[in-house]
T-cell receptor, first 114, second 111 residues
Framework: EADIYQTPRYLVIGTGKKITLECSQT?????MYWYQQDPGMELHLIHY???????EKGDLSSESTVSRIRTEHFPLTLESARPSHTSQYLC?????????????FGNGTRLTVT | KQEVTQIPAALSVPEGENLVLNCSFT??????LQWFRQDPGKGLTSLLL?????REQTSGRLNASLDKSSGRSTLYIAASQPGDSATYLC??????????FGKGTKLTVNP
């Protein structure tokens, strides 16, 4: 059973608010990822990290930012939420050094911006 | 640019039936292919991972095959059960750290 946790599970917030989506994993994985998923659509990578102090942008342009100060923690921040940010955000991790290591996902945060 | 397609988009079968889900990808230069299950409102659960050098992987009632040269993978589910109802996603990993996902097949198994 993968141990990767996302909070909150659901968030409804007004336009212009600053929000942080939390993601933590207890598996000691160096690699962590944030994906965005709209209903019925494929997942798109928005951020990833190879380890502490490493962050990279993914394929999908996003106004969010991430930080990786601790191995187990990979929060995502939106400075000013907009209705276009309404989506499901999924955090994942995998083991370093193993190219064929499976990806482990959290349960996601469903964000609604009104 | 890698593209992943899953057919059909939705499938409804009676309990007990054997079924096949299809996944195709455009660039055969992959490290691995992974099948996931996603329940409504939840994250993804990894089911099977096939390395590029492998032809198939099995776990319980699930069997995944990979034909890298033709850019195809199938997920075979034997003796389907209502608990198998979920969306099944296929993802391929190329030379970067990034997985490219298909849109998934929504499976409904009717009791």
């Amino acid at each position: 059973e993968a141990d990767i946790y996302q909070t909150p599970r659901y968030l409804v917030i007004g336009t212009g608010k600053k929000i942080t989506l939390e993601c933590s994993q207890t598996m000691g994985h160096d690699k962590m990822y944030w994906y965005q998923q709209d209903p019925g659509m494929e997942l798109h990578l928005i951020h990833y990290s190879y380890g502490v102090n490493s962050t990279e942008k993914g394929d999908l342009s996003s106004e969010s930012t991430v930080s990786r100060i601790r191995t187990e923690h990979f929060p995502l921040t939106l400075e000013s939420a907009r209705p276009s940010h309404t989506s499901q955000y999924l955090c994942a991790s995998s083991q370093t050094g193993l190219q064929n290591s499976p990806l482990h996902f959290g349960n996601g945060t469903r964000l609604t911006v009104t | 640019k890698q593209e992943v397609t899953q057919i059909p988009a939705a499938l409804s079968v009676p309990e007990g039936e054997n079924l096949v889900l299809n996944c195709s990808f455009t660039d055969s230069a992959i490290y691995n292919l992974q099948w996931f299950r996603q329940d409504p409102g939840k994250g993804l659960t990894s089911l099977l991972l096939i390395q590029s050098s492998q032809r198939e992987q099995t776990s319980g009632r699930l069997n995944a095959s990979l034909d890298k040269s033709s850019g195809r993978s199938t997920l075979y589910i034997a003796a389907s059960q209502p608990g198998d109802s979920a969306t099944y996603l296929c993802a391929v990993r190329g030379g970067s750290e990034k997985l490219v996902f298909g849109k998934g097949t929504k499976l409904t198994v009717n009791p």
